[in-house]
Every structure is written in C-alpha cells, then in structure tokens.
C-alpha cells in the first residue's frame, strides 16, 4: 500500500495547476451528486452558519469550498515532488513579513496559528526555508499514508509530532528552543478538559485550550497566519499573510481567550469562504444536552 501511495503522488506531481482546477471543479459535482460525506458535512456547516445568506449563495459557497478542498491531494504531490525554487515561484505576495521577523528576532519563538484555510501545507515550506518549525499533525487513518505526509510537511526541516502526550512534550521542546510552534487552531480538541465552548459565526463551538496553555511556555509572540489560493488562467499562485491576532488571546480568562481565538480565525476565513475547510465538523463534541447536528437524521 506505501508503494502504491508514492507512485500516486508522484503522477499527481506531474498535473499542471491549470489542469488541477478544472479537475478540483470537476470532482465537487461528483461529490455533491453522490452526497458523499464531504459535501453532507460543508452543507450543514454552511447552512448552520450562514442563514442570513440564500440558499442559492450557500449553495455556491459549498460547491467553491468542496472544489478548493479537492485541490489539495495534487498540490500535496506538488509540494513533495516539485523543484522547491518553482514552487517558491507560485508566491504572490507576502503580507507581515516584518512581523514575523521581529517576533523571530526577539528569541522567545513564535506561536503560528493557521486555520483550514487555503493551503496550509504550503506554509510548512515557506517557513522552512528561514526558520526553525515545529508543529503537531494528526496521523492518518491510513497508516501507510504517514511517511509520504511526513515527507512533504519536513522537506524544508520542519520536525511534525504527533498529536500524543509525546508529542506534546516534543512541541514543549520545540518553544523552549524558540522555534515557530504551529498550531492548527479550528480543530476540535478531546478530552474533557481540552476545550473551552465559545462562539464561531455565531454558533457554539468547542474551542482548544492548547493554543492557551503553549502560549505559556516562556513569553511567544502569537501570529496568524495563512496561506490561500489565487487562481486565474496561468493556475494556481498563492498569497501568505501573517498578522496579529485579537488581544484577548493572551487572556488568562478562558472564556476571553476563546473568543479572541475564534474572532481570529474567523477573520482570515471571511479573506475567502470558499477556501475554508467546511467538510470538518467544527461543531461537534458540544455536549450530551447539545443537538449533533452532524447526525443522519
């Protein structure tokens, strides 16, 4: 199954940006006209979030988001397989730069978060090639995925944990040493105590405490950050931007923290919301008293 997964990424590498938007577009009918779970999920996110908006731009928003998503598999065989230099080239524009380079210069590393938005893989070799990166993944359900996601997320030096009680620890290090700690900040933590219920568009949603508790390991500046697509007739370049987040996030009142941390996220997503990950069940873990609105009804 690896093999079959390296020789897979390696003919996606081959599919030129412009090829992979007409095919991204492509598969997002399939998906909507065989309702797999992807497109059930962003259905029922976008409606839960948007219901000032029609049904008929929601209905665009979803169908834009499940063909950005399908972009990904053909940007990751890129990211592995391409000439670095070319794909340094795909970058449009970079906003924040000094930003993070003051943050940086200052040694007491950098906390980075960056939602699922855009192509946040991309991040990992941009950053790679200047700085010392450590971030926290998810490993695959597909174990036999993982050396090929490993690959391409440490081509340019980053070190990835998992997401354990071990990689924690190596995240910890990774602060210590003033590195950039990556932290996707939209996921829905477990555990009982992982997690701080606060509003995202409105609606409630089970918001992590991790960003909180790295945030004190020394004195980090926080960052957000992202990396998203602008695609015309040459394909697909990109744009990279690094900002402030809201001041609450260094509150040591939870429910403060919580809502700086959404209100931020929040803002990076409304750049472009089709080019957010809707197809995750951001609203999920909400309680035993809470509807599951992901249920099959």
């Given at each position: 199954m690896a093999t079959f997964i390296r020789w897979t990424f390696w003919l996606l590498s081959f599919i030129p940006s412009t090829w992979a938007v007409a095919i991204g577009r492509?598969?997002?009918?399939?998906?909507?006209?065989?309702?797999?779970d992807s497109h059930r999920i962003s259905k029922i996110n976008v409606d839960h979030c948007f219901v000032d908006k029609s049904a008929a731009e929601r209905k665009q928003i979803v169908f834009n988001s499940l063909a950005q998503t399908a972009l990904l598999p053909i940007e990751f065989a890129h990211l592995l397989h391409r000439p670095i230099e070319q794909l340094m080239s795909r970058i449009n524009t970079v906003q924040g730069e000094d930003l993070l380079r003051e943050a940086w210069a200052e040694?007491?590393?950098v906390l980075m978060l960056m939602p699922h938005f855009g192509c946040w893989e991309f991040m990992s070799l941009y950053l790679g090639s200047d700085y010392s990166v450590s971030a926290l993944y998810t490993p695959p359900?597909?174990?036999?995925?993982?050396?090929?996601?490993?690959?391409?997320?440490?081509?340019?030096?980053?070190?990835?944990?998992?997401?354990s009680a071990a990689g924690l620890r190596g995240l910890v290090r990774g602060m210590k040493a003033g590195h950039?700690?990556?932290l996707l900040p939209d996921q829905v933590p477990t555990g009982e105590t992982g997690g701080i219920m606060s509003k995202f568009f409105d609606?409630?949603?089970?918001?992590?405490s991790l960003a909180k508790r790295i945030a004190k390991v020394g004195k980090p500046?926080?960052?957000?950050?992202?990396?998203?697509?602008?695609i015309d007739t040459k394909g697909i370049n990109y744009n990279i931007s690094f900002e402030l987040p809201e001041a609450g996030i260094s509150s040591q009142e939870d429910e403060i923290y919580a809502a700086a941390l959404n209100n931020s996220v929040q803002k990076i997503v409304e750049k472009d919301f089709a080019q957010y990950q809707w197809s995750?069940?951001?609203f999920r873990r909400l309680g035993l008293d809470k509807e599951d609105i992901y249920r099959r009804q």
């Open positions: 492509g598969f997002a009918r399939v998906m909507i006209f065989c309702n797999v040694g007491n590393g359900n597909l174990a036999a995925l993982e050396p090929t996601i490993l690959r391409a997320r440490e081509r340019q030096g980053a070190t990835l944990f998992p997401t950039v700690v990556v609606r409630e949603a089970l918001t992590m500046k926080i960052i957000m950050a992202c990396a998203w697509r602008e995750y069940k951001r």
